[in-house]
């Protein structure tokens, strides 16, 4: 777990060296046990065990604002497609586990009209979910904030990505709440259906949520040589089935592509995949 030392400096050092003491007092306090970290840990520690006769995840992060929020959105979805929160408190989300929890990354790139259309059935089931009257959800709209910064990217990158954003909001009638994060390795199975984790929570249009899953899985997807042929196919298929113009989904991929661009800047990592998703949306939308 490298990404709470690169992020957070000396903090997430330390907050990295206490993991064990806090997985103790929280498997006391909770009667959890059988507690295993999951594979591919990056931002967050998240650990599987039971408790009682309740398979469960336990997840960990220094993010405590970006957790309660991931909570709300959770509370949000309960009934249109997330597990069920039992706990949580700062820094930690208790909730029940999703079996087998084999993720949609699964399908890829073998079954990806499949895919595609599983993860357009979520998108509709989740975006049934009333937007809670009291929320502290960010909407899409702050993002112009991001964009406005100086950064090392490509001007006319920069600049269309803000007219782009702009014109996307202006021309936007339909406010759901969104997961706001929705790729493959977020959508598991759950014995015959589909279940999501991670939501972000965010308010926007149905549209905004495709795009992530658009060119996902990162880097797998840029490492194909299909990947044009399944970007292209996802695209039309996401519109012929939500009822949305193409160009409204190639606009915000090229959006997100850029935020994503700025983000890995933010947090010193890899930047390669969005440069190269920039220029292939830039040229799509042209």
Aim: charge should be negative; charged fraction near 20%; proline fraction near 5%.
């Amino acid at each position: 777990m490298s990404a709470p030392k690169s992020i957070y400096g000396n903090q997430g050092r330390i907050w990295l060296e206490s993991l064990p003491k806090t997985v103790l007092g929280l498997s006391q306090k909770y009667e959890l046990s059988k507690l295993v970290p999951v594979d591919n840990l990056s931002y967050n520690y998240v650990l599987s065990g039971v408790q009682g006769n309740c398979s469960i995840m336990l997840k960990l992060g220094l993010d405590n604002a970006g957790l309660k929020q991931e909570h709300a959105a959770l509370k949000a979805f309960s009934k249109f497609g997330a597990p069920k929160v039992l706990a949580e408190e700062d820094g930690m989300i208790l909730l029940e586990q999703v079996l087998p929890g084999t993720s949609l990354k699964s399908y890829f790139p073998k079954n990806d009209d499949e895919a595609t259309h599983i993860a357009c059935d979520i998108m509709k089931l989740l975006h049934q979910s009333p937007i809670p009257e009291s929320n502290n959800f960010p909407h899409v709209n702050s993002y112009i904030e991001t964009l406005n910064k100086d950064y090392s990217i490509p001007t006319q990158y920069l600049n269309k990505a803000k007219g782009t954003l702009n014109q996307l909001i202006q021309t936007s009638d339909n406010q759901v709440l969104l997961h706001g994060d929705l790729h493959h390795d977020n959508i598991l199975k759950n014995g015959n259906s589909w279940l999501v984790i991670d939501p972000k929570g965010i308010i926007g249009e149905p549209a905004y949520e495709i795009a992530t899953f658009i060119y996902n899985p990162i880097p797998e997807m840029l490492n194909t040589n299909r990947a044009n042929d399944l970007i292209k196919n996802r695209i039309a298929t996401f519109a012929k089935l939500l009822d949305l113009p193409e160009i409204r989904i190639i606009n915000w991929c090229f959006v997100k592509v850029v935020l994503g661009w700025i983000w890995n800047i933010e947090d010193n990592l890899n930047t390669d995949s969005f440069e190269k998703l920039s220029a292939f949306f830039d040229g799509l939308a042209s």
